[in-house]
């Protein structure tokens, strides 16, 4: 299976602090890319990072993408009450229009 | 936004009974596909379309069959829904957003069988 391991499956901080989420995966990739889902709603693309890539940023996030370890991390800084939510990397393989997605990290943020 | 409604919302039926579910597009992608999303789960796919009549199983298409005969509409099937069928589904659909891209979720439609 291709899909993706989310670690931790819950976080909680405190507003302001960083949170960091981990995704893990077993075979070759195109791309990668994290999710947001609040609560009862669609999920919403955050960020993209290509296999040939190491970082993206966009806004509050960061991203990393290690190809040998076969591992991504998301990082949000500052965060907010609002980033409360479930968020889940996706993997998408060579050659292939499907994604596979992980179970996600339930992410509280505390005011 | 890429212009993607799923009817019903919300539905509840009875094991046995047939169900369809419908994804409506307004923007003529190409890629269509259906996902649920069971608690411990998270997404997984059912079926997906490349295309007008071009369909393929996903991950869990057990149970389950799927239509495309307009771009803008792909229907899920559930020929005699199971209590196991019980869960959130959504559509998506394959866009681009600058130079990348990304699937745009529906707002789901929640699923009961009794």
């Known amino acids: 299976s291709q899909q993706g391991e989310e670690d931790p499956q819950a976080l909680s901080i405190q507003e302001g602090e960083n949170a960091t989420m981990n995704c893990s995966y077993k075979?070759?990739?195109?791309?990668l890319q994290w999710y947001r889902q609040n609560s009862g709603r669609g999920l919403v693309h955050l960020i993209l990072i290509r296999s040939n890539e190491r970082e993206k940023h966009s806004g509050r996030l960061r991203v990393t993408l290690d190809t040998s370890k076969k591992s991504s991390s998301l990082l949000i800084t500052a965060s907010r009450a609002a980033d409360t939510a479930s968020y889940f990397c996706?993997?998408?393989?060579?050659?292939?229009?499907?994604?596979?997605f992980g179970k996600g990290t339930k992410l509280s943020v505390i005011p | 936004d890429a212009g993607i409604t799923q009817s019903p919302r919300h539905k509840v039926t009875e094991t046995g009974t047939p169900v369809t579910l419908r994804c409506h597009q307004t923007e003529n992608h190409r890629y269509m596909y259906w996902y649920r999303q069971d608690p411990g789960h998270g997404l997984r796919l059912i079926h997906y379309s490349y295309g007008v009549k071009d369909t393929d199983k996903g991950e869990v298409s057990d149970g389950y069959s799927v239509s495309r005969s307009k771009t803008e509409d792909f229907l899920l099937t559930l020929e005699s829904a199971t209590s196991s069928q019980t869960s959130v589904y959504f559509c998506a659909i394959l866009g681009r957003r600058t130079d990348q891209e990304t699937q745009y979720f529906g707002p789901g439609t929640r699923l009961l069988v009794l």
């Open positions: 996706a993997l998408r393989g060579a050659g292939s229009y499907q994604l596979t």
């Open positions: 075979t070759s990739i195109n791309n």
